[in-house]
């Protein structure tokens, strides 16, 4: 008689090596995203996300690369896609794509790209990633549009590639409708390609460590992650405060206010009593409201936790219907930035009475983005060596100053992206920039 083998088990030590592996995979799945885009918002500043998920939609890990805006965002895209496309109309070679500012990450310039992964023919999980993109067609970026239909060519979630077979149809609409056709389409290549860098390590690791599924790592990525994260609240003492600030508007300013509690095992954020709707397109919503206010939860609370799906869960933003922070379809929102980067500092202006010395004063926030549209002259004979161009280039001031610290010059908090160079501006198109520079004492 021939004795059976023990069933292999997983040591808490290996789980702990493979959810850093997978943190690694990200990154590369990131950096990847990064050396191939077309569109500077992502080679110069850095403006993506990349994320690996259960095969239920839970993201395990998160790219260390990338904006919270677009990562926490992205933390709920999944579902959608799963809800639309359907589990039973899954397939190995299959790519998914969405611009949705609702089901993706708050306007119609982030491309998401979802990619259903398999080992041995099964189904393991998902991969996800978003860039910002340079031009999506409308009006382009910038707040005039009336609505989001003004706003640029939509694509709903659907599949970009069925069983490995790209849609052309597709890509003839989506050709068809922006002013720079070859860099969103190499744009959207890039995305897939990462994906495709993130399944391959992933399956290499699977190999390594004789795994069949994640069901396993991801049980323990987060059930740790939920009570480490839920350790660092119970430890606060309970309470509520309230928080508001206000910005400029266009016709008239608007104020952010919210409601923090900290109650056992989650903190709440309501953000009723906040601006309703503006005319212009800096409505945001509240897939990037939440975003923000989960990042800047997590950063005073619990900063060393690694994102994911667990880790964000006992953090509750709400916000009332068609509120600035919670803008409804139609609502322009293509700037939804504006308002999105403030979010924040909002949080912290209530956090700060129940945690004093812990969170940093208010910075620069929102980012200085500016989009030139140059095309031929349409007036007369165009020069022959004419042809249009998008210049779009981010700027930022600088971060509040942090308890006991100078705030740090010229960083972008809370989006994280990166300043674009000057010769990367003029690089990608007509323009000369004779001076940039930071005013002195001016807060960024």
């Not at 690694?306 to 006992?314: F, G, K, T, Y």
């Not at 929102?333 to 912290?348: C, E």
Request: proline share 6%; charged share 20%.
């Amino acid at each position: 008689m021939i004795a059976s083998t023990p069933p292999r088990t997983t040591s808490e030590v290996q789980y702990q090596v493979m959810w850093n592996r997978l943190i690694s995979v990200v990154e590369e799945q990131a950096q990847a995203l990064v050396r191939t885009a077309f569109s500077t918002s992502v080679r110069e500043a850095g403006d993506l996300s990349a994320g690996v998920y259960d095969a239920q939609g839970h993201m395990l890990a998160q790219a260390v690369t990338g904006t919270p805006g677009h990562v926490n965002a992205m933390a709920d895209a999944v579902a959608h896609f799963i809800r639309r496309i359907g589990r039973e109309n899954f397939a190995p070679g299959d790519i998914y794509i969405t611009n949705d500012p609702w089901e993706g990450t708050g306007h119609l310039h982030d491309i998401t790209i979802v990619t259903p992964s398999y080992y041995n023919e099964t189904f393991v999980g998902f991969f996800a990633c978003t860039a910002h993109i340079v031009d999506i067609g409308g009006r382009g970026f910038g707040a005039d549009a009336n609505s989001v239909y003004e706003e640029g060519l939509y694509i709903p979630i659907m599949k970009l590639a069925d069983r490995g077979v790209v849609d052309q149809t597709l890509m003839r609409i989506i050709r068809g409708n922006v002013r720079e056709p070859d860099q969103l389409v190499g744009d959207i290549y890039a995305l897939a390609s990462c994906n495709e860098i993130g399944h391959r390590r992933l399956i290499d690791m699977m190999k390594e460590f004789e795994l069949a599924d994640l069901s396993g790592i991801s049980e323990f990525i987060l059930s740790n992650s939920r009570r480490a994260t839920l350790e660092r609240i119970n430890a606060l003492t309970p309470g509520m405060a309230r928080g508001e600030m206000r910005t400029d508007g266009y016709a008239q300013p608007v104020d952010l206010k919210v409601q923090l509690t900290i109650e056992k095992d989650r903190i709440l954020c309501d953000f009723a009593g906040t601006s309703g709707l503006d005319k212009k397109g800096i409505n945001c919503p509240l897939v990037y409201t939440k975003a923000y206010a989960c990042y800047a939860l997590k950063c005073a609370i619990a900063p060393e936790i690694p994102n994911n799906a667990a880790s964000l869960a006992p953090f509750e933003i709400t916000a009332p219907d068609n509120t600035i922070v919670n803008a409804l379809h139609p609502a322009p929102v293509a700037l939804r930035h504006i308002i999105g980067h403030m979010v924040p500092d909002a949080v912290y202006a209530a956090l700060d009475q129940l945690l004093p010395g812990r969170v940093p004063a208010e910075g620069a926030g929102c980012l200085c983005n500016f989009q030139v549209s140059l095309r031929p002259r349409s007036d007369a004979p165009a020069p022959p060596h004419a042809r249009r161009a998008e210049v779009l280039t981010f700027n930022s001031g600088g971060s509040g100053a942090r308890p006991g610290l100078d705030g740090m010059n010229a960083t972008a908090f809370p989006s994280g992206v990166m300043t674009m160079p000057v010769e990367a501006t003029e690089q990608v198109g007509p323009v000369l920039i004779w001076r940039k520079e930071l005013r002195a004492d001016s807060g960024g």
